[in-house]
């Protein structure tokens, strides 16, 4: 039986932040991209056939984990835009003063800075921009496929895709 898709409601969360997204602290952006990426994977993994508890909890922790993270920024650095690009590197500079458990210390640095991004492109309102890197994260080859693809058909191209998508 097809279940209908459920709409989303924007109001949902309806709390902005104190300051613009540009001006708030890289661990403030990635504290909120933690939350909204972890609800991203979470309904991802709910969607797959095989939901037993113990196998959602692995399958999501693959996603979210700051070694998953790390590699998922590698994966989608060349898709960057210089604005993202920014993001990311104020997130990897962030002194957060916490120790990593499971990850080494450059790991646990681009984890943060791809929260930080999640978490900008989240209070942009960037919905599209942030659904698809967030969609790339699942699968890395779409990474380097776009990657390619961005790379053929040059900057002028990129621009024209970049002026269409804020009209």
């Known amino acids: 039986m097809n279940q209908p898709s459920l709409p989303v409601n924007a109001q949902l969360f309806s709390y902005p932040p104190a300051q613009k997204p540009e001006l708030l602290n890289p661990l403030v952006l990635a504290y909120i991209g933690d939350a909204v990426y ?14 037993r508890p113990n196998h959602l909890h ?16 590698q994966h989608m650095l060349p898709l960057l835009t210089e604005e993202e690009a920014a993001i990311v590197k104020r997130g990897r500079n962030a002194k957060s003063g916490t120790i990593p458990k499971n990850a080494d210390v450059l790991e646990y640095r681009h984890s943060t800075a791809f929260e930080c991004l999640i978490g900008y492109l989240y209070y942009k309102q960037s919905s599209e921009r942030l659904r698809y890197l967030m969609e790339v994260s699942l699968t890395p080859e779409k990474a380097a496929e776009a990657a390619a693809a961005s790379l053929e058909s040059g900057p002028a191209a990129d621009q024209a895709a970049e002026d269409a998508s804020s009209q």
Do not use: C, D
């Open 38 to 51: 972890e609800m991203f994977v979470r309904q991802y993994v709910i969607s797959l056939p095989n939901q």
């Open 58 to 73: 692995r399958t999501t922790t693959r996603y979210v984990s700051a070694k998953g993270q790390s590699r998922a920024l």
